[in-house]
T-cell receptor, first 113, second 113 residues
């Protein structure tokens, strides 16, 4: 059971470049989410999905796209990277009925120059 | 005003001290109250949770919830250097049939040998 996996672990982008952060889980969880974590700001929800084919915006969705074609995968796309998107990105998953336990991936450290 | 407020610290204490971490919140609909622990360069992991008001103890850790004051605490007794991490409070409520999770900013804790 690998849990939640994320790739890459580190990435440096130039302003204007696009890229996709990968996330996968093998726990058959319905809910998956993307967060960014910045100093003093805590975890901020970017996008989330309640099942394959269903996604919705979180607190800070601008500049990011998501899709969910399978239960296992939930990629996050940066359309045109900006320095303000320099952050650590975490993918998380949980069972639909879980009110308290969410499983996080190891994170992707992204720097945009 | 944020729904959940947590002092980001940092907090530095000597080994063996009792540590108190706190969060306040504004949404009275929250019913589950969690503490996640995040080691450096890792994803957060659930440490413990409490449903509604009251105390819960797990080894050296005690979680307290005071719903009347909208205040939660995590106490660590006999603190160890291995407890050095960022601690995030989190809360959840059932909103329109789905569980909404909200995280605090996290408090960075260092236990000095």
């Amino acid at each position: 059971n690998a849990g939640v996996t994320q790739t890459p672990k580190f990435q440096v982008l130039k302003t204007g470049q696009s890229m996709t952060l990968q996330c996968a889980q093998d726990m058959n969880h319905e809910y998956m989410s993307w967060y960014r974590q910045d100093p003093g700001m805590g975890l901020r929800l970017i996008h989330y999905s309640v099942g394959a084919g269903i996604t919705d915006q979180g607190e800070v969705p601008n500049g990011y796209n998501v899709s969910r074609s399978t239960t296992e995968d939930f990629p996050l796309r940066l359309l045109s990277a900006a320095p303000s998107q320099t952050s650590v990105y975490f993918c998380a998953s949980r069972h639909r009925d879980s009110a308290y336990e969410q499983y996080f991936g190891p994170g992707t450290r992204l720097t945009v120059t | 005003q944020k729904e959940v407020e947590q002092d980001p610290g940092p907090l530095s204490v000597p080994e063996g001290a009792i540590v108190s971490l706190n969060c306040t919140y504004s949404n009275s609909a929250f019913q589950y109250f969690m503490w996640y622990r995040q080691y450096s360069r890792k994803g957060p992991e659930l440490l413990m949770y409490t449903y509604s008001s009251g105390n819960k103890e797990d080894g050296r850790f005690t979680a307290q919830v005071d719903k009347s004051s909208k205040y939660i605490s995590l106490f660590i007794r006999d603190s160890q250097p291995s407890d050095s991490a960022t601690y995030l409070c989190a809360m959840s409520a059932a909103i329109q049939g789905a569980q909404k999770l909200v995280f605090g900013q996290g408090t960075r804790l260092t236990i000095n040998p």
